[in-house]
């Protein structure tokens, strides 16, 4: 069974940054679409960020576009985000998931999941 294990979720106060990572256990890893998609209390999960196979193409939620980063070290099998100037809307689990297909992963649609890491952020 394929396993992505997200880390680095915790408590921050509005305006802080953070950084989750994600580490996959397949040699697929690097030939997969990957993504960070938020679940917020009450909301439905809204992808936040993804990232193509080879790194060179991202894509936002307009709520995080110029506050979050992601990007990908291919060579650990590992994917993070980074989240700067952070809102207590930015509050909620955060799943790290794979897909090898960009239309599919774009639609919020992965054949890849994580358990999550919850992101509080305090105001």
């Known amino acids: 069974q394929a396993q992505l294990v997200e880390s680095g979720g915790g408590l921050v106060q509005s305006g802080g940054s953070l950084r989750l990572s994600c580490v996959g256990s397949?040699?697929?890893?690097?030939?997969?679409?990957l993504a960070w998609i938020r679940q917020a209390p009450g909301k439905d999960r809204e992808t936040v960020a993804i990232?193509?196979?080879?790194?060179?193409?991202?894509k936002y939620a307009d709520d995080v576009q110029g506050r979050f980063t992601i990007f990908r070290d291919n060579a650990k099998n590992t994917v993070y985000l980074q989240m700067y100037m952070m809102k207590p809307e930015d509050t909620g689990v955060y799943f790290c998931?794979?897909?090898?297909?960009?239309?599919?992963?774009?639609?919020?649609?992965?054949?890849?999941w994580g358990q999550g890491t919850q992101v509080t952020v305090s105001s």
């Open positions: 998931a794979a897909d090898d297909n960009w239309g599919r992963a774009v639609a919020g649609l992965f054949g890849y």
């Open positions: 397949e040699s697929w890893f690097s030939d997969y679409n």
């Open positions: 990232v193509d196979w080879s790194g060179a193409n991202t």
